[in-house]
């Protein structure tokens, strides 16, 4: 009897042991393979969906390279990959070719007439809405509806906002929108609108705005007490979220923020010399948050010299732009004439892999067919050819300028029929655990 009790008793902590060894092993697994193991077995499946583990995964894996860049609208859908053995819009057969899948579209998750556009991208996940009709705006509630989308999962969340729901003229009065997502600080994230308090009129610039939030944690709306002075140079159209706020920059480099936790506004003027350049000249603006740094960044190319254009960098402070680097792009276009083509597109600022200097940084370009880092410290850069794909023209770029940041994030999640959250529509949502 004693010694079955201890058999007993060691075969649990046996399978306690394995458990913790098992778990160890799984939270290293990046990303996207851990999604195809949750077909292991049902007990890999509990583990891998318990919101804890997801956690804990999400946390060890806070800052994911980045998988690739997204076009910004699901029609005429491109895709530039950076982990060249991944590509969610191609399948692998039995004869181990490659084909397209044109079916594994990310964006085609819900069906839309005009398709869908992703605004924003955060840490993962994408903040979308309904694609217009051509040469006109959506005007109703039922066509102001936006979306938070994990790429990773293809599972998404659908909000309408109050201030969508509220609106009868022609006019929306949502002007402004951010996602706001650190999975290094929380599994939920935060959805911010700006919206006109009364009617606006139509085409006049108004003087104040109110900001609604909706959050995944408390699945509701709030609406702050006050109102807010609006800047009429600054662009509130898409926010860019980093360290706890969102930011909005103008033409001529004034921004706004907002910063979340603190609820607190503030301003932060623009450039003090604009070199005789205006916003007129400007071909191309690139207004991101560094990659894994933790830095706002502020790139503007210009029509009249393409190649040579200066990295701005926002202090923590928020004490100004200074200027990070002096980027001259011509000793790149004898290798690659697109640079004087104009084919070209800025996809985004990092720190140098495998290299502890802080001021090394590489530039992450794209010209057609291939990928470029070009190293902002010592002028260097290498290439990547791209692979070629069945009915993919590589003699012009794969996305235009307005693309979209892909990094792979495992989030767990519960459906809900939620048809009004204090008082507010909120339907079909896939919620965050």
């Known amino acids: 009897m004693m010694q079955t009790l201890r058999r007993c008793s060691s075969l649990a902590e046996t399978v306690v042991d394995y458990e913790d060894i098992l778990t160890e092993i799984l939270l290293r697994v990046p990303t996207r393979p851990l999604v195809r193991f949750k077909c292991v077995s049902k007990h890999w ?247 894994g740094g933790g830095q706002l960044h502020l790139i503007d190319i210009h029509r009249k010299c393409n190649t040579k254009f200066q990295v701005l960098e926002m202090g923590k402070d928020y004490s100004g732009w200074s200027v990070k680097y002096n980027v001259d792009l011509d000793p790149l276009c004898t290798a690659y004439p697109h640079f004087l083509q104009n084919l070209f597109v800025v996809l985004s600022l990092a720190p140098e892999e495998n290299e502890k200097d802080e001021e090394s940084s590489s530039l992450l370009l794209h010209v057609p067919g291939k990928v470029i880092s070009y190293n902002l410290r010592n002028s260097t850069f290498k290439s990547t050819d791209l692979t070629p794909k069945a009915g993919v023209d590589d003699s012009s770029c794969r996305i235009d300028r307005k693309n979209h940041r892909y990094v792979e994030i495992w989030i767990n999640y519960q459906f809900y029929m939620l048809p009004y959250l204090a008082g507010y529509p909120v339907v079909n949502v896939y919620m965050f655990s």
């Open 45 to 291: 499946l509990f583990l891998i969906s318990d919101p804890k583990f997801c956690h804990r995964h999400m946390l060890k894996n806070a800052h994911p390279p980045i998988s690739a860049f997204f076009s910004q609208k699901s029609s005429g859908f491109g895709f530039v990959p950076l982990h060249f053995d991944h590509d969610p819009t191609s399948i692998r057969t039995p004869g181990n070719l490659i084909v397209s899948a044109r079916s594994c579209n990310p964006l085609n998750f819900v069906h839309s007439l005009h398709g869908i556009e992703i605004v924003q991208s955060c840490n993962g996940l994408f903040l979308c809405c309904l694609q217009p009709p051509r040469y006109s705006y959506p005007t109703t509630a039922s066509t102001l509806v936006y979306y938070v989308l994990n790429p990773t999962t293809n599972k998404f969340t659908t909000l309408t906002p109050p201030a969508a729901a509220a609106a009868t003229t022609d006019h929306p009065r949502i002007f402004g929108y951010a996602l706001a997502f650190d999975p290094s600080k929380s599994p939920h994230y935060k959805v911010v609108f700006l919206w006109f308090g009364d009617e606006p009129p139509g085409g006049c610039w108004y003087p104040y705005y109110h900001i609604e939030i909706y959050s995944s944690d408390t699945r509701s709306w709030r609406l702050l007490d006050t109102s807010f002075d609006t800047h009429p140079d600054v662009f509130y159209n898409v926010g860019v979220y980093c360290n706890g706020a969102v930011h909005w920059v103008g033409s001529d480099g004034e921004m706004s923020y907002y910063h979340i936790d603190e609820e607190r506004v503030g301003f932060v003027d623009g450039f003090t010399d604009s070199q005789g350049w205006n916003i007129g000249s400007i071909q191309y603006r690139y207004f991101r948050e560094s990659h």
